[in-house]
């Protein structure tokens, strides 16, 4: 396991003065080194591991990512974990950073700043001992991706070269980092509503607002299912018109107890409602926010006293 930080730190440049192309140790990065680490991962089908030595050309301080796909698909946006490694070899950070790519085409000349804030701001919702990590890091590089690799760090762990940790430490410190990045993926201020439950209901209730909060799988579900309310029957077009066209919120009824912490595996049809903001709303508070056949019993109850 260790191998993954021993032969860059020995090996990448010597290597970086060879052709990209074809490279053995490139294709480490985006194929062997990964592997090594989805060995880890309980859930393969919701995480997802990558490696870049570069693109077309070496890259100065090559990483490793452990996505998470509820958060984000590439490691271009969001935050993750990330081997970071020094550009002259002298160590690498296993750091829990952002996406800059995104940053950098929205914030342009800003963007620094704007990572660091939104750095500061995601270390103010975990839980860490400030002893145990970094909050600043170096990469020894002045190109620009570096530059807001070290803007971005939430925190990070470092490793010298001459003192890298024994495969034990390191799959330790992933498992750490992988609950962090866990608890930062939640900051919703309803969960205050469940702060007597267990820890692996904690761990429950954070995984269904991952899914529930996912654009990408909100997206799948509004197009498989339309645009209206499968509670109350309304569609935002009749309404607001054009406003209004192609607009609802997709509500996840998988009952959280159900939710197993190291499987994910979504079913888009029988999983989810579209259901407009005021159902979607009313539904949460439902003791049981799955109960979807209850909404629409509230709902049909009131609606026919209202006609007496």
């Avoid at 620094?112 to 145990?132: P, Q, T």
């Avoid at 509004?222 to 192609?246: I, N």
């Avoid at 508070?285 to 049909?300: A, C, F, G, H, Q």
Wanted: proline residues 3%.
């Amino acid at each position: 396991m260790e191998n993954i930080l021993n032969e860059p730190i020995e090996s990448y440049l010597n290597e970086k003065s060879k052709n990209f192309g074809g490279n053995e140790l490139a294709g480490k990065f985006r194929n062997d080194f990964p592997s090594e680490i989805d060995t880890l991962l309980i859930d393969k089908t919701r995480y997802k591991t990558i490696g870049s030595p570069g693109k077309g050309n070496w890259t100065d301080c090559p990483w490793i990512a452990i996505l998470d796909t509820l958060i984000t698909e590439t490691p271009q946006k969001g935050y993750y974990p990330v081997f970071l490694f020094k550009s002259d070899m002298t160590g690498v950070y296993l750091s829990l950073n952002q996406g800059v790519t995104d940053v950098i085409e929205n914030y342009k000349r800003n963007a620094k700043e704007v990572l660091k804030l939104r750095a500061e701001d995601f270390r103010a919702k975990i839980n860490y001992k400030s002893s145990e990590f970094l909050t600043k890091i170096k990469l020894e590089s002045n190109t620009k991706n570096a530059k807001h690799y070290e803007a971005g760090n939430i925190i990070a762990k470092y490793y010298p070269s001459d003192n890298l940790p024994s495969s034990f430490e390191l799959k330790s410190d992933i498992i750490k980092f992988l609950d962090l990045y866990e608890s930062l993926a939640y900051s919703d201020n309803s969960f205050s509503d469940h702060t007597e439950k267990n820890h692996f209901e904690t761990k429950q209730i954070r995984l269904h607002w991952r899914i529930e909060r996912n654009t990408s799988l909100g997206n799948k579900v509004k197009k498989l299912k339309g645009y209206t309310c499968e509670a109350c029957d309304m569609t935002f077009k009749e309404k607001y018109g054009v406003l209004g066209e192609k607009f609802i919120e997709a509500h996840h009824l998988k009952p959280i107890s159900e939710l197993g912490i190291g499987k994910f595996k979504v079913d888009l049809e029988n999983d989810f409602a579209v259901l407009c903001s005021n159902c979607h709303s009313m539904i949460h508070k439902l003791e049981d926010p799955s109960d979807l056949n209850k909404l629409r019993n509230i709902i049909k109850t009131v609606h026919n006293k209202e006609l007496r």
